[in-house]
Each structure stands twice: as C-alpha cells, then as structure tokens.
C-alpha cells in the first residue's frame, strides 16, 4: 500500500530519533491545520532568517501519510525562501514519497496547509514587529 519511502519515514519519526518530528523550540512561527474529513491535526514550526527557511518540524495527531507528508515537506524547504516553499504543492511532496494511495492524497494537503499557516503566522508576527 504504501512506498519503501514513506515507510522509511514513518519508522524514522516514530522511532527513536526522528529527523523532523517534535517541537522546533525558538521557532519563529508554527501554524496548525486539522483535516475536516478525518479529523487529523497537523503543526509546523519554522525558524526563519533573512527570508530563508534554516529548520522546520511538526508535531502531529496524523496518519501515516499524513506524517511522511510533512517530514518530506520539512526537508524539502529547508534552506528555501519563503516563497519557494510556498510555492511547492502537496503533489511535489507526493511525488517526493515516490506517491501515495489515492485515498491519502489529501493526508499530504495537511503539510501544505501546516506550512501556509506558519507562514501567514511568520508574516503576522513580522508586521508586528514593524508596528504595522
Ligand atoms: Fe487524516 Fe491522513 S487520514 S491526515
């Protein structure tokens, strides 16, 4: 059902050492999502300098997928400015797994979403700062 990629994930961040998974502690902004149809809920956290992404992670209650989604995502951005991240769809973090079942695509919509709402969040916090 699921890729060697994705399993390799999942045992990876649930395991002992996991890469991505956990609270990113300084972190300058998270965003949280849940999922309307099962229920799953999905938090990144970003630190952020000169508009570059340098660490992310996630804490979840989430699916296999939903968790293989976000720790690929994470890796994906790191080092990315904010507007590349942004610019990756949940499919480029699909393809990234080597794919999901049809049914889990929209596991992989909740990396995306995480990552849109920490950002809307950095951006927030920003405008702050700048007494806006
Ligand atoms: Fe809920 Fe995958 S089933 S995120």
Request: proline fraction near 2%; include cysteine; charged fraction near 25%.
């Amino acid at each position: 059902m699921y890729s060697d990629k994705v399993m390799e994930i999942f045992k990876t961040e649930t395991g002992d050492s996991p890469k991505n998974a956990g609270i990113l502690k300084n972190a300058d902004a998270s965003g949280q999502v849940g999922n309307a149809r099962c229920g799953d809920i999905m938090k990144i956290y970003l630190k952020i300098s000169d508009g570059v992404i340098i660490d992310a992670k996630f804490k979840t209650f989430g699916c296999v997928s939903a968790i293989a989604s976000t720790s690929i995502a994470c890796d994906m951005i790191k080092g990315k400015t904010i507007e590349e991240a942004l610019s990756f769809e949940n499919s480029d973090f699909v393809k990234a797994l080597g794919g999901l079942p049809a049914v889990k695509i929209h596991c992989s919509v909740l990396a995306k979403e995480a990552l849109e709402a920490a950002v809307a969040d950095y951006r927030k916090k920003q405008a702050k700062l700048a007494g806006g």
